[in-house]
């Protein structure tokens, strides 16, 4: 089954750029969703499709995907943005939605 | 104003049967596919399966973790989701969000744009 690789924790300074990775085989070739999620709260999607955003998303959220390797950023990070971030893809080999295992983003 | 709302929260001993239900509302719930995600209490998200719209004949797909046990269905009348969950195990345990996988002009997009706030299911003796 395809596995996707989150570092478990990324620091960030208030006002810096936060980027955070999901590594799998050739996971250039798919899609690429992400979700921010906060304590005691559902996820919300903020970024579709490699780099697209739902609306209401701000612009300091962007995505990309090449490689082996997608990354999400956060540019000028605020005390807000602390929360888990889960990259996902659809696997089309065995039709099944593949969570990234999250990572814990701290402002610090 | 889309919303999902998620019920059926319960405690239940090993072995055990529990049904969950999601009532959608604010958009055409026939149109779109679903999905049931858990998330165990300290853990990340894993998704349990999705079911098809009509169009795609109702067709249902599962995790490994659940396959034969839980069973997803849902009737467009009532703008309903369920989950019918068996032979349940302690490691079951977790809060579940029913949510609607997206789609771009009615093309399937994969991805899961609306949430709700999620059921909590215990399983313990």
């Known amino acids: 089954s395809y596995v996707l690789t989150q570092p478990p924790s990324v620091s960030v300074a208030p006002g810096q750029t936060a980027r955070i990775t999901c590594g799998g085989n050739n996971i250039g070739s798919k899609s690429v969703h992400w979700y921010q999620q906060k304590p005691g709260q559902a996820p919300v999607l903020v970024v579709y499709?490699?780099?697209d955003r739902p609306s209401g998303i701000p612009e300091r959220f962007s995505g990309s995907n090449s490689g082996n390797t997608a990354t999400l950023t956060i540019s000028r990070v605020e005390a807000g943005d602390e929360a888990d971030y889960y990259c996902?893809?659809?696997?089309?080999?065995?039709?099944?939605?593949?969570f990234g295992g999250g990572t814990k983003l701290t402002v610090l | 104003e889309v919303q999902l709302v998620e019920s059926g929260e319960g405690l239940v001993q090993p072995g055990g049967s529990l049904r969950l239900s999601c009532a959608a509302s604010?958009?055409?719930?026939?149109?779109?596919?679903m999905d049931w995600v858990r998330q165990a209490p300290g853990k990340g998200l894993e998704w349990v399966g999705r079911t098809r719209n009509k169009a795609n004949s109702y067709t249902t797909e599962y995790a490994a973790s659940v396959k034969g046990r839980f069973t997803i269905s849902r009737d467009d009348s009532k703008n309903s989701l369920y989950l019918q969950m068996n032979s349940l195990k302690t490691e079951d345990t977790a809060v579940y969000y029913c949510?609607?996988?997206?789609?771009?002009?009615?093309?399937?997009?994969?991805?899961?744009?609306?949430w709700g706030k999620g059921t909590t299911v215990t399983v313990s003796s």
């Open positions: 604010g958009f055409t719930f026939s149109d779109h596919y």
């Open positions: 996902q893809v659809w696997d089309s080999s065995s039709d099944h939605v593949v």
């Open positions: 499709n490699d780099s």
């Open positions: 949510a609607r996988v997206g789609s771009i002009f009615g093309v399937v997009m994969n991805y899961m744009d609306v």
